[in-house]
């Protein structure tokens, strides 16, 4: 081998060895480097998970929003062990814990109290999103009562929507009822989901659903609640001709079972 030569090897080498040097140099210190804890404060930990739900589909989201629920909740379950807050103080209380959280990202809270049965029932929900159309919905009762509240059931109503209640009076039925409703994204009416929830053994049970109804709006007096609503199909067909497409107008009656039908008609739009 001629000197040239040799010299060319021995730097070939040298600079083989100097990467090899500095990748596992790179690698012992990627090892070395910590994963930063979350914060210690509630707000600050619900941010840190939050962030995490970027670019995550709704239905690989549990992991994440399961861990901000359990967050929430158990803070709220301390905070109200020894007092009947109102639901303004309430509705605060899960202001502040998601206070950090930036658009896209918002925790919107949904709060009543009302009483039934010598205690005050208090609704602690909240919708979590992170996109217009990605939300998550959590509802947590709690029932105070002398001087104490604590947590009797939780639900997760549907996704995608925001959060809404009407509380139902006791009137044909001994168990606390309320209808939860929401609104969300559709092509281009937004879309009604309404729930009549029960408590019934320590759970809220689902007495009556109707899901997606196009243009949707909901009315409740007393033991009577309206739905007005359009027919995607029918609305799509009218407008394509250029008349108005009828409204409708479904009329339900409450009931110990849940809800009946009495009637469902057309009203002009």
Same mark, same amino acid.
């Given at each position: 081998?001629?000197?040239?030569?040799?010299?060319?090897?021995?730097?070939?080498?040298?600079?083989?060895?100097? /990467?090899? !040097?500095?990748?596992?140099?790179? %690698? &012992?210190? =990627?090892?070395? *480097?910590?994963? #930063?804890?979350?914060?210690?404060?509630?707000?600050?930990?619900?941010?840190?998970?939050?962030?995490?739900?970027?670019?995550?589909?709704?239905?690989?989201?549990?992991?994440?929003?399961?861990?901000?629920?359990?967050?929430?909740?158990?803070?709220?379950?301390?905070?109200?062990?020894?007092?009947?807050?109102?639901?303004?103080?309430?509705?605060?209380?899960?202001?502040?814990?998601?206070?950090?959280?930036?658009?896209p990202l918002f925790g919107q809270p949904a709060v009543f109290a009302a009483p039934w049965n010598g205690a005050v029932m208090i609704g602690a929900g909240y919708t979590l999103g992170w996109?217009?159309?990605?939300? /998550?919905? !959590?509802?947590?009762?709690?029932? %105070? &009562?002398? =001087?104490?509240? *604590?947590?009797? #059931?939780?639900?997760?109503?549907?996704?995608?929507?925001?959060?809404?209640?009407?509380?139902?009076?006791?009137?044909?039925?001994?168990?606390?009822?309320?209808?939860?409703?929401?609104f969300r994204l559709g092509k281009s009416q937004l879309r009604l989901t309404a729930v009549l929830y029960a408590l019934q053994g320590g759970t809220l049970k689902s007495l009556w659903e109707v899901h997606d109804a196009y243009d949707g709006k909901i009315e409740v007096v007393k033991d009577k609640v309206t739905i007005r609503y359009l027919k995607e199909e029918e609305y799509i067909h009218e407008q394509a001709e250029g008349r108005r497409p009828p409204r409708h107008e479904a009329t339900y009656l409450l009931t110990p079972e849940g809800m009946q039908i009495q009637s469902d008609r057309e009203i002009p739009f």
């Amino acid at each position: 081998m001629s000197q040239g030569a040799a010299s060319k090897l021995r730097v070939i080498l040298l600079l083989g060895a100097a /990467v090899c !040097v500095v990748g596992v140099g790179v %690698a &012992r210190s =990627g090892q070395r *480097r910590p994963k #930063a804890p979350p914060p210690a404060d509630l707000p600050g930990h619900i941010n840190y998970l939050a962030r995490q739900l970027y670019g995550v589909p709704l239905d690989e989201s549990d992991p994440i929003t399961g861990q901000i629920q359990k967050l929430v909740l158990d803070h709220l379950a301390g905070w109200m062990s020894n007092r009947v807050p109102s639901d303004v103080e309430v509705r605060r209380e899960l202001e502040a814990a998601f206070a950090p959280l930036h658009y896209p990202l918002f925790g919107q809270p949904a709060v009543f109290a009302a009483p039934w049965n010598g205690a005050v029932m208090i609704g602690a929900g909240y919708t979590l999103g992170w996109t217009d159309y990605d939300r /998550v919905n !959590v509802i947590a009762l709690f029932e %105070a &009562r002398e =001087g104490k509240s *604590r947590l009797v #059931a939780v639900s997760n109503f549907v996704p995608h929507t925001d959060l809404h209640y009407e509380v139902l009076p006791p009137l044909k039925w001994n168990d606390f009822r309320f209808i939860t409703y929401g609104f969300r994204l559709g092509k281009s009416q937004l879309r009604l989901t309404a729930v009549l929830y029960a408590l019934q053994g320590g759970t809220l049970k689902s007495l009556w659903e109707v899901h997606d109804a196009y243009d949707g709006k909901i009315e409740v007096v007393k033991d009577k609640v309206t739905i007005r609503y359009l027919k995607e199909e029918e609305y799509i067909h009218e407008q394509a001709e250029g008349r108005r497409p009828p409204r409708h107008e479904a009329t339900y009656l409450l009931t110990p079972e849940g809800m009946q039908i009495q009637s469902d008609r057309e009203i002009p739009f």
